[in-house]
């Protein structure tokens, strides 16, 4: 049986170093370095994480994630799991996120 988009992007970020998964307080899984948030994932088809605002505004400008969906005027993205272009710009931010919460703990 073929994974899921969902179940691909989970088993690729939790092999980052230091990544550890748990139950998020609003539902989904969490993906966190040294206890800090990068993300996380709401079933197996929609990804949300923040950004710093410059990011935020370029990945929703390129297509690469849309404004939250509840909380749309705040630095949250979401990315909906339909493709595998869906998969791919998911992991780019969380890797950029990931990236830079891992810079600010060393």
């Known amino acids: 049986m073929a994974k899921t988009n969902g179940k691909a ?13 748990r139950p998020h307080r609003f539902g989904g899984t969490e993906f966190a370095v040294n ?4 993300g996380h994932i709401h079933g197996e088809s929609l990804v949300d994480l923040t950004l710093p605002k410059e990011a ?17 005027d705040s630095n949250w993205v979401s990315v909906y799991l339909r493709t595998e272009s869906d998969v791919h710009h998911a992991l780019e931010l969380l ?12």
């Not at 390129?62 to 749309?72: D, N, T």
């Not at 890797?95 to 919460?101: A, F, G, I, P």
């Open 95 to 106: 890797r950029y996120k990931y990236d830079l919460v891992s810079r600010l703990q060393t």
């Open 9 to 21: 992007l989970v088993e690729t970020v939790s092999s980052w170093p230091g990544v550890s998964l």
């Open 56 to 72: 935020r505004d370029e990945a929703v400008r390129l297509g690469k994630a849309e404004p939250h969906h509840i909380l749309p």
């Open 35 to 38: 206890g800090k948030e990068i």
